[in-house]
């Protein structure tokens, strides 16, 4: 599938701003299946510093600088990104040949447990407490049920997402961006962010490694096809790792699902605080009004070759 997305972030200030540096993840991935075909990044007023960098998890992020007093500040994002069928592991069929050949949670618990002098697998850097996911005993009581002795992992990762489902209530606005995970699991509601860093949370506090994965979803679905929560913004979901599978398995909390074709990857991390779409340091601008749309559309491989070389 070939999907335009457009990010755009609206900042307006008051008193202006004097300047300002910001960071931004917004450019789409190129792995696991998603390839970028274009992306263009436009920033109003024009920065006087302009800069891309990969981070250490493979993400790509711009920096840039801005030098002259501004009341307000535009962001957009263009991408055209084609994205293939739901991932072969992740079928329904699949992930249960897949449980049936995979190992037991606990031998990959077992496996992920500190040894002097044990091989580094880079996967291991997700088992550990991060900003917004910190280890807690109440993780521990949540997940115990999906994890049974001798299941699977991708059996339990899959019973984990459902539960989280079933048991958080979506309301929007209900925590702020820097809520921890915690926070959202004792009040039992949240947005899309909180979900997945739930269920991060209660994987790592199994032993096992698990990731946050920010991106979007289709913003209008195929005819006959539910409209998923979290579309028209940023969406979030978690990734947790089944070596014996030999790969990272993406689970939607928030919808109930393994994410497909009408998924966009932008980038992984431990938490939020890793792969945010903005953030920055500014000096002025006492107060904002801050206004974010997010639309994913399909588009014909002609319309996506004339944008690619608009852009």
């Not at 008051?14 to 920033?43: D, F, I, M, W």
């Not at 997945?196 to 990731?211: E, F, K, Q, S, T």
Request: glycine residues 6%; proline residues 7%.
């Amino acid at each position: 599938m070939l999907l335009h997305v457009v990010h755009e972030t609206r900042y307006r200030y008051a008193p202006a701003v004097e300047n300002a540096h910001h960071v931004v993840h917004l450019k789409p991935a190129s792995r696991n299946g998603q390839s970028l075909l274009s992306y263009v990044l436009r920033v109003d007023p024009a920065p006087v510093q302009l800069r891309e960098t990969v981070d250490v998890y493979g993400n790509t992020r711009s920096y840039f600088s801005l030098q002259a007093a501004h009341e307000s500040l535009t962001v957009v994002a263009d991408s055209v990104v084609a994205t293939t069928a739901l991932n072969p592991l992740q079928s329904e069929s699949a992930l249960s040949a897949g449980a049936a050949v995979s190992q037991p949670w606990e031998q990959v618990r077992e496996q992920f447990r500190y040894r002097a002098g044990a091989a580094y697998d880079s996967a291991s850097e997700f088992l550990f407490a991060s900003p917004y996911v910190p280890r807690d005993e109440a993780f521990v009581e949540f997940a115990r049920p999906s994890f049974l002795p001798g299941r699977p992992l991708p059996e339990a990762a899959r019973d984990l997402m459902e539960r989280i489902h079933d048991t958080m209530t979506y309301e929007s606005e209900s925590t702020e961006v820097n809520t921890p995970a915690l926070e959202a699991l004792r009040q039992g509601k949240g947005v899309c962010q909180d979900f997945a860093h739930i269920m991060v949370a209660c994987c790592r506090a199994m032993g096992l490694p698990a990731r946050y994965v920010s991106g979007y979803l289709l913003t209008s679905p195929p005819p006959g096809q539910p409209r998923l929560v979290g579309s028209d913004a940023s969406h979030a979901w978690a990734s947790v790792y089944c070596p014996g599978l030999g790969a990272w398995l993406d689970f939607d909390p928030t919808n109930n699902r393994a994410p497909g074709e009408d998924y966009v990857t932008l980038a992984t991390g431990r938490d939020f605080l890793d792969v945010s779409p903005m953030r920055g340091v500014i000096r002025g601008g006492a107060q904002h009004i801050l206004d974010v749309a997010v639309t994913v559309e399909p588009l014909a491989e002609t319309e996506a070759q004339s944008l690619a070389t608009a852009n």
